[in-house]
Each structure stands twice: as C-alpha cells, then as structure tokens.
C-alpha cells in the first residue's frame, strides 16, 4: 500500500470533492466548508495554504464562522500543512479535541479474517434498523443525543443508499451496533461509524464481528478501501486486524455565541 498515494486520493474524494447530506459546501480559495444552518455545526473539511498568510486566512475563518454563530469543527489531519497549523488554530480560538488515527483497509488485499464464518449474530439494515441501533448509541454515547440523533436519522431517511445500518444481537436484544457511510457513487472509499457495544457484553468479539460485517458489505458494494477514524480503544484492534494508519485527525472546534442574522 502507498500511503502518500492513498492519502493524495483520500483527500480528493473524502475531503475536497465530498458532498455530505444536509451541508452546503462553499469552497474558498484556501478552504473547503461543510456549512450546517445558521447557528448549528458546520465543518472546515480541508485547507490549502500553501503561499497564504495563514495568520490572516485563519483570523477570517474565525470571524467569518462567529459571524454564523454556533460551532465549527475544523478537521486537521497530520499532514495538512503548514506543520504548526495546529497550534495557530488553538491560538485563535479552535480548540483541539482528542487525536484520532486515520486507518485504512485494502479490501483487494483482504486478510483472512473477512471471508471467515461469523460466529455472532449480526444483521444489517436500513432505515428500518435505525431505533435500535439508536438505543445502543445512546447508552454508549448519551452525548449523542443532543442533535446528533436527528441529524443523522434525517440524513438516513433520505440518502438509505449512502448508509447501512449493522447490529450485533445478544439472545435476540440489540447489544452491539454500527454503520457505514460512503460519500458519494464514485468514491473508493467507505467509512466505518460507531461501533458501540453495550458494556455488559463488551469482551466478546462483538465489535470484530460488526467490523467483519461491513467489510464485506463495503466489497459487495464495490468499495475498495475501508476507512475508519478511530479512537484509543478501537486503533489497536483495527492495527490487529490489519488496517494501516495513513495519519492522525484531529478535530479543532471554535464554539461561538453570536446569534445568526
């Protein structure tokens, strides 16, 4: 696997040419923006800033986003440059949150373990699996709850063919759940969401038998790369199994309390 390679191909169709469902996407000469209604959560999904003032690029961010009021999250991956963009984000005001490592999957190189029986049972869904997987991540991450449920749940209702739905049962009750989103038709690409197992029944295997899952729905349906931002629980499990870590993510967030126009 050529990692620079993978990663250049990444950023074009995950990051530049990417159209998320219920975003408007505005593209500036040094950035592209996931723009969420006014006053609700947006994105700065990739910049370039190479032969800008990024002191002066990053200022006007700021006062373009505070202007729109509510939050922004400013995706900074490990190899954007220049080097200290992270820090001259923190200096203005985008606060880092928890590093993640960028994994990645070669579906034509698949180890063993894909192809092998899962001795779980695990189903997916569509729209129709969504209350019961929201019951999981609710236990897991009541965080979620504040917005993210409706975001997701609309998005889900009106784009079934971009999302599937995995759960992972327990004599016959919800115990483990999971998803896929690919970006777009002609994307390479399918990324790994959730992933959330109730903690009664963490230990199992239940997490491997979901990853298990959506490989294999993500080569039936013609993916060729599975990609997965990925926490300090769930890097080392993913390493095991064989995915490569392309780069670090890092989500830097400007929290604003001005009120939209």
Excluded: N, Q
Excluded at 120 to 139: I, K, N, R, T, Y
């Amino acid at each position: 696997m050529d990692r620079a390679a993978l990663l250049a191909l990444y950023d074009r169709h995950e990051r530049i040419d990417a159209r998320p469902y219920g975003f408007d996407v505005e593209r500036t000469v040094h950035v592209v923006r996931h723009l969420g209604p006014p006053g609700g959560r947006s994105w700065v999904i990739h910049a370039d800033l190479s032969g800008a003032d990024v002191d002066a690029v990053l200022a006007g961010e700021r006062a373009y986003f505070a202007a729109r009021g509510g939050e922004v999250e400013w995706k900074h991956f490990a190899h954007d440059r220049p080097t200290d963009l992270r820090e001259r984000l923190a200096a203005v005001g985008f606060v880092p949150e928890e590093r993640e490592e960028l994994l990645a999957l070669d579906l034509r190189e698949a180890p063993a373990w894909v192809d092998e029986p899962i001795v779980h049972d695990v189903s997916d869904h569509g729209p129709e699996g969504w209350d019961a997987v929201v019951g999981v991540l609710l236990v897991v991450w009541p965080e979620l709850a504040d917005g993210f449920v409706e975001r997701f749940g609309a998005e889900l209702r009106s784009c079934p063919e971009r999302i599937r739905l995995f759960l992972a049962r327990v004599d016959g009750a919800p115990a483990a759940a999971a998803w896929t989103v690919r970006s777009g038709p002609d994307t390479p690409f399918l990324g790994l969401f959730g992933g959330a197992t109730l903690p009664r029944h963490r230990g199992r295997g239940l997490y491997r038998a979901l990853v298990a899952a959506r490989a294999r729905h993500a080569r039936s349906a013609g993916a060729r790369y599975l990609t997965v931002d990925a926490g300090p629980m769930s890097a080392p499990i993913l390493r095991r199994l064989g995915f490569v870590r392309l780069t670090t993510t890092t989500p830097c967030v400007l929290r604003t309390s001005a009120a939209p126009a």
